[in-house]
């Protein structure tokens, strides 16, 4: 043992013999029929030893071996092949879809290997669009399918956990006997068409921004890697089938990744269709659908596109976080704060405050994601006075957005364009849905007065509203201006394409009850809950 100057003991230290380097290099190279330059795969080695000897002889570990031989030269002829075959007519829309693997069954070697393979195939064959970096994504899966997937594993839980809870509260079976596909095909071709008349009169509701300086840039490099590690690995993919382990793991690709994402948010690279095109599933809403309506669609986007848009929506969140531009009812999308519940405790207090003596009225909008008008939305973007690259591509996004919808295993509708609407699937699509909310909030609280509280701090907070997302609470403590709220609510909503729900709405003033459901009997004197993300009305 060696005692070093700060008292810790170490290993004797091995020094490398005279030509070790160019010696181990070589037969490296030589063994696994590498194309790589020799000087750096010394260099890689003195890194590597380097990095060992300084965090002691624990992580020797570290140092990855390709043990099994035979295996990477079958990856690397099956990768090589699969490769030269598909970019001769590259297409990235598949109906094909990868296996999802626990934790215990995915063959790490193998995506080791991958790795290794890919950093060798890039050196002649440079990516240079989004296309090409998704068929390596889509290859790298395939080869791995063939070498790990085993079909007897028991994995429902970790791979399928939204399926395992349904199965499990599911205590009768769903009985859709009463729908066929021609019923949902008239009722949901309907959907995110055009409005006939086009929106007026929104502009009194909003005013022209100046932009803000210096201006947000895209995430840089490290940023961008702390967006891949917090994706899940097997969320469901969109039409590239492109599942976020493989990118998360293949880490040879990230540079590329990052410079082609980069590319296409700053408009330097095109934005391929096949990024914007996601698949909808018809999920029923109850056990026994009579209609077409009684259908839950739910969107997947392609995963890489969900990283772009992810990136975007980081730089547009620092964006409105300097600017201010949503105002401080609006919980839905404030990070590290839960809104639901922030605005439950809220309204409980300032009910108590007032001893349940206010009038409210709950909106619920019919619909509210998928009603947007995008005359509408692209007014609401435009004045807000974002940088430039980020106004482009959200504006370059929305008209790009396409699904195809799919009723078990069968694709009913297939190239739907979203006229109307905001596609949801991705983290950008509630905050532009918020973004197109604000400026009813700010009239609200420009024209029409708080209901005050105190603070246990001594301090006075007051609010005439409460809003998370498209749940919108009014609160007033005189019924003529309740009234007056909720027809300045309902003529904004109507002004942007959205549609007041009567029926799931409610109100304890008899002035509003052309727009919400009254309460029957007495005034309330205590709060009530929707089961709607918990929301006390």
Not at 62 to 85: A, C, P, Q
Not at 299 to 310: A, E, H, Q, R
Not at 375 to 398: A, C, G, Q, S, Y
Request: glycine share 4%; charged share 25%; with cysteine.
């Amino acid at each position: 043992m060696v005692t070093t100057r700060d008292g810790k003991r170490r290993g004797r230290q091995i020094r490398m013999p005279n030509k070790g380097y160019p010696l181990v290099a070589a037969n490296f190279i030589k063994k696994f029929s590498l194309r790589v330059n020799e000087n750096d795969v010394i260099r890689d080695l003195k890194r590597i030893r380097a990095h060992c000897v300084k965090h002691g002889p624990q992580l020797t570990g570290e140092i990855g071996s390709i043990r099994d031989v035979s295996l990477y030269e079958r990856l690397k002829k099956e990768f090589n092949g699969l490769m030269t075959s598909r970019m001769e007519n590259p297409t990235v829309l598949r109906d094909k879809r990868n296996q999802r693997y626990t934790e215990h069954s995915i063959n790490k070697e193998a995506v080791s290997m991958l790795n290794v393979i890919m950093k060798e195939y890039l050196i002649d064959h440079p990516v240079n669009d989004m296309t090409h970096l998704a068929i390596i994504y889509q290859t790298a899966q395939d080869c791995h399918d063939i070498v790990a997937y085993k079909p007897y594993v028991n994995r429902m839980f970790e791979l399928f956990t939204g399926r395992f809870f349904r199965n499990l509260e599911q205590k009768h079976q769903v009985d859709e006997s009463k729908i066929n596909s021609g019923m949902l095909i008239d009722y949901w071709s309907q959907m995110w068409t055009k409005a006939t008349e086009p929106p007026t009169g929104v502009e009194r509701y909003t005013t022209e921004l100046t932009s803000y300086a210096p201006m947000v840039g895209f995430p840089d490099r490290g940023e961008f890697e702390t967006i891949i590690k917090h994706t899940d690995n097997w969320k469901s993919p969109g039409a590239d089938g492109i599942f976020n382990y493989y990118i998360k793991w293949l880490t040879e690709l990230h540079d590329i990744l990052h410079r082609q994402t980069m590319k296409v948010a700053l408009g330097e690279a095109p934005l391929e269709e096949w990024m914007c095109r996601g698949i909808t599933y018809l999920f029923p809403k109850n056990d026994t659908p009579t209609s077409a309506s009684q259908y839950r669609p739910i969107t997947c986007m392609s995963n890489l596109y969900k990283i772009t848009t992810k990136c975007v929506t980081e730089a547009l969140q620092r964006e409105i976080k300097i600017r201010g531009l949503l105002t401080e009812n609006q919980m839905g999308t404030m990070r590290k704060v839960q809104g639901a519940k922030e605005h439950a405790l809220a309204n409980i207090a300032i009910n108590a405050a007032h001893n349940c003596r206010l009038y409210s009225t709950w909106i619920d909008i019919t619909k509210a994601f998928d009603s947007v008008d995008h005359v509408v939305l692209e007014h609401v973007i435009r004045r807000l006075k974002l940088p430039n690259w980020m106004t482009n591509f959200i504006l370059d996004t929305i008209k790009r957005w396409t699904i195809d919808i799919r009723w078990h295993k069968e694709c009913i509708i297939e190239g739907k364009k979203i006229e109307r609407g905001i596609l949801q699937g991705d983290s950008l699509s509630p905050l532009l849905f918020v973004l197109c909310m604000d400026p009813l909030s700010r009239r609200l609280r420009q024209l029409y007065p708080s209901v005050q509280i105190r603070t246990s701090d001594s301090r006075e907070f007051g609010t005439n509203h409460l809003l998370y997302i498209d749940d919108l609470k009014l609160l007033a403590k005189d019924e003529d201006v309740m009234q007056k709220m909720t027809k300045e609510t309902e003529e904004y909503l109507t002004h942007i394409g959205l549609i007041i729900n009567r029926d799931k709405s409610a109100t304890n003033s008899s002035r509003c009850a052309d727009t919400a459901r009254l309460l029957e009997g007495p005034r309330p004197t205590n709060t009530w809950v929707s089961r709607k993300r918990g929301t006390h009305r």
